[in-house]
């Protein structure tokens, strides 16, 4: 990774704490139904049709709020164990109501509980953006196994009407970085990923001003 990238994406905060506090006020709205549909269906109906193409048996949902994706893929996909890991004790609470399929973990993507390449496939959905991603990626490969699939669906900000909006409200100062499409390759490559795919996320025209895009890549 280039020194640029790496200090662009490196300044960064140590901002767990409010994250996690903030989702928890948050999870009394979230499930709302037009946001979820809006925002956050599109990349959870990719994640649920590439998990399925993998064959990905052991899966973990990293950031899982309050956990409409990883219930819907423990019931809808073969599946021997399926992990929700968010940091959020407000959204744990209410993901751990809308499924018992599912092992619910209270935990940071940065350091998690599980042992060494102990799964199949790593997924994370519109949570990116808040994690320490170096810390997070290396996580994901170390308890991936080899050969096993990462698949991170993440705001891309340079987008092109996402851009102004960001100039405008000064988004710079926001607490979320956001990696460019290159910038996440050169990520997910210095971490030992090899890509896959890497594409804009497929959605319906009143979704398309979300600005995401679906990596895909291997463990080596
Ligand atoms: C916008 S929500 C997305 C939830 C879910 N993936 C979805 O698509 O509906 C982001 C979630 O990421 C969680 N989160 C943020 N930073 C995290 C971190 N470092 N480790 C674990 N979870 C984190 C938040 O608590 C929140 O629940």
Redesign the pocket.
């Known amino acids: 990774m280039s020194t640029a990238t790496s200090v662009a994406l490196d300044a960064r905060r140590g901002f767990?704490r409010s994250?996690?506090a903030f989702?928890s006020v948050a999870a009394r709205a979230y499930d709302q139904r037009t946001l979820q549909r809006v925002v956050?269906l599109p990349?959870?109906d990719e994640m649920v049709s590439l998990l399925e193409r993998y064959g990905s048996r052991r899966i973990i949902?990293?950031?899982?709020?309050?956990g409409?994706?990883t219930a819907r893929m423990a019931k809808e996909l073969d599946t021997e164990v399926v992990y929700g890991?968010?940091?959020?004790p407000g959204?744990l609470a209410k993901a751990r109501q809308r499924s018992s399929l599912v092992q619910w973990r209270n935990e940071?993507?940065?350091r998690l509980g599980l042992p060494d390449e102990s799964v199949d496939a790593v997924i994370?959905?519109?949570?990116f953006h808040?994690?320490?991603q170096a810390a997070?990626l290396a996580e994901f490969q170390r308890v991936l196994r080899p050969g096993g699939l990462l698949a991170i669906d993440a705001l891309n900000l340079r987008a092109r009407w996402a851009a102004p909006v960001q100039r405008l409200t000064g988004a710079r100062l926001s607490p979320a970085a956001t990696p460019s499409p290159r910038q996440m390759v050169e990520l997910i490559t210095a971490a030992g990923f090899e890509l896959a795919e890497q594409r804009p996320v497929r959605r319906p025209w009143y979704s398309r001003p979300v600005p995401d895009v679906l990596t895909v890549a291997i463990r080596r």
């Open positions: 767990n994250i996690a989702f956050y990349p959870q949902d990293i950031g899982c709020g309050t409409i994706l890991i968010d940091m959020s959204m940071p993507a940065e994370t959905t519109t949570a808040f994690f320490n997070a």
